[in-house]
């Protein structure tokens, strides 16, 4: 971009994080003219945000990068817990559970936010888009039309623009959107991607390391020749110079400090909880770590940004392209900040070890019962709920083709359950309809899944379905 030059688009997307490439890559997908701006000259290079969770599995998955993510990343290990150079026993760091047809994702999966952040990449790349680096924003103004914003590169245009520039948001800043929060540990944390001699530790486990300074973990980062280090200090500050790491490491574990043959990244982390007072102002939103900041206590930070992405994606979507009313963007504060706020909470009590990691952390039961978009019930679900898997094809017994695979897309979706169920819309370009004559998950009814995969309208018949339809852009009689 010329320095002089006023670029146009749809929407300006500030910050190359998890959150601001998922939105991305799913606007790009629905055919919305996006760019996405990254101050830092690369993709950031470290491991902080490594937990996946089910939920986050799922909407990858519909992203359309679910191959790589099973490629390129792992299972938790299992804990295993030192004192004085010996083992003192194992344990298992995150809830377990198989696969079941309505989940089909059944534990957290480990892989390096890097790599997350590079596929996201790759992906967007593959549908078109790109991402402006070493280009900051400096400034920025609204009007009834849209964002007229400020770069190091020059003036952008957009009709709207999402701040997903992590924690010390210059676009929240610069709206006066105050973060309220609290200091979670008032215990500094080292957190580095480290190396280690093969003979000197095992990849098998998640190693936990007892001693008076502080605990310290060193979990092996599926994919790759790394751990990530996480050492707590009660007193003192943390060093992350390379000779700084390998000293700390040679201190409270039983490795030598020559055993460290590489220090890839560090970072000097202060856990905090912290909420923005509003996820909107005019025509900016505000995603992922611009609008909360979790613990990294149970895996939820990097997880519930990528989904506050999903959800405000398909909406503006649906207002850029397919007529919906303005009004539908007021929806994603009402339904996410109620959610951020929920995650933060777990995260902290994780983090202070008054509640364990268990099936909230997962995210597979959050939904948006009762909110502005949800309406009626059916079966054994009610709008707002997650829309589970489940087989698509009556009576094909290898179970082959999935209900994910009918949603996976930026369509909507008509499913009818049972065989007296009516379907009585035509598909075409934003609708896909299905039947199954059972599914287990659903009990019987008419369904209509957003694009996000959370069921939006539920009920008997169609009553009442095509207002409601209206309300979010789609015209469910357009064949």
């Given at each position: ?185 008032p215990a500094p944390a080292l957190v580095a991607d480290v190396r280690i001699a093969e003979a000197a530790l095992d990849r098998l486990n998640w190693h936990i390391f007892v001693g008076e300074a502080g605990y310290t973990t060193l979990c092996p980062l599926p994919g790759t020749a790394d751990f990530q280090l996480v050492a707590q200090f009660k007193h003192g500050a943390p060093d992350t110079a390379s000779d700084g790491v390998r000293k700390l490491i040679a201190a409270r574990t039983h490795l030598a400090a020559d055993d460290v043959t590489e220090v890839r990244w560090a970072s000097d982390f202060r856990p905090r909880a912290a909420l923005a007072d509003r996820f909107r102002a005019g025509r900016v939103f505000l995603v992922g770590d611009a609008a909360h900041i979790h613990s990294p206590a149970g895996g939820q930070g990097l997880n519930t940004s990528v989904q506050d992405a999903y959800n405000l994606g398909w909406k503006l979507g649906q207002v850029l392209l397919h007529g919906a009313p303005a009004a539908l ?151």
């Amino acid at each position: 971009m010329k320095l002089n030059s006023v670029k146009e688009t749809a929407v300006l997307i500030v910050g190359a994080g998890p959150s601001g490439l998922a939105l991305a890559c799913d606007l790009a997908r629905r055919g919305v003219r996006a760019q996405v701006v990254e101050q830092a000259p690369a993709l950031f290079p470290g491991s902080r945000g490594k937990g996946i969770q089910p939920r986050t599995r799922e909407v990858l998955d519909d992203l359309g990068v679910g191959d790589a993510v099973r490629t390129h990343g792992g299972q938790a290990p299992t804990g295993l817990t030192w004192e004085g150079g010996e083992r003192l026993g194992t344990y298992e760091m995150f809830r377990r559970a198989a696969p079941t047809e309505a989940e089909p994702y059944g534990e957290p999966w480990l892989m390096p936010q890097w790599r997350t952040q590079e596929i996201l990449l790759a992906r967007l790349r593959e549908l078109g888009g790109e991402v402006l680096f070493a280009t900051a924003l400096t400034g920025l103004a609204q009007d009834d039309d849209g964002v007229t914003a400020q770069l190091t590169t020059g003036r952008i245009r957009a009709s709207y623009l999402v701040a997903a520039d992590g924690g010390r948001s210059t676009v929240r800043r610069a709206l006066g959107i105050p973060m309220e929060g609290e200091t979670v540990d008032p215990a500094p944390a080292l957190v580095a991607d480290v190396r280690i001699a093969e003979a000197a530790l095992d990849r098998l486990n998640w190693h936990i390391f007892v001693g008076e300074a502080g605990y310290t973990t060193l979990c092996p980062l599926p994919g790759t020749a790394d751990f990530q280090l996480v050492a707590q200090f009660k007193h003192g500050a943390p060093d992350t110079a390379s000779d700084g790491v390998r000293k700390l490491i040679a201190a409270r574990t039983h490795l030598a400090a020559d055993d460290v043959t590489e220090v890839r990244w560090a970072s000097d982390f202060r856990p905090r909880a912290a909420l923005a007072d509003r996820f909107r102002a005019g025509r900016v939103f505000l995603v992922g770590d611009a609008a909360h900041i979790h613990s990294p206590a149970g895996g939820q930070g990097l997880n519930t940004s990528v989904q506050d992405a999903y959800n405000l994606g398909w909406k503006l979507g649906q207002v850029l392209l397919h007529g919906a009313p303005a009004a539908l963007l007021d929806s994603y504060e009402q339904e996410r900040r109620p959610v951020a706020a929920d995650m933060l909470g777990l995260s902290t009590r994780i983090h202070r070890g008054e509640q364990e990691r268990g099936a909230a952390a997962q995210q597979l039961v959050l939904g948006y019962r009762g909110g502005p978009l949800s309406h009626g019930r059916a079966g054994l679900l009610e709008a707002g709920d997650r829309a589970p898997d489940g087989r698509a094809d009556d009576g094909r017994a290898d179970g082959s083709r999935r209900l994910f695979d009918v949603y996976r897309g930026p369509h909507f979706t008509l499913l009818a359950v049972g065989a007296e169920t009516p379907l009585p819309y035509p598909e075409h370009a934003l609708l896909r309809t299905h039947r199954v004559d059972a599914c287990e998950a659903y009990g019987t009814g008419l369904f209509l899944v957003r694009p996000d995969g959370y069921v939006g309208w539920a009920g008997e018949d169609d009553h009442g379905l095509v207002a409601y339809a209206d309300r979010l852009g789609l015209d469910l009689k357009s064949a």
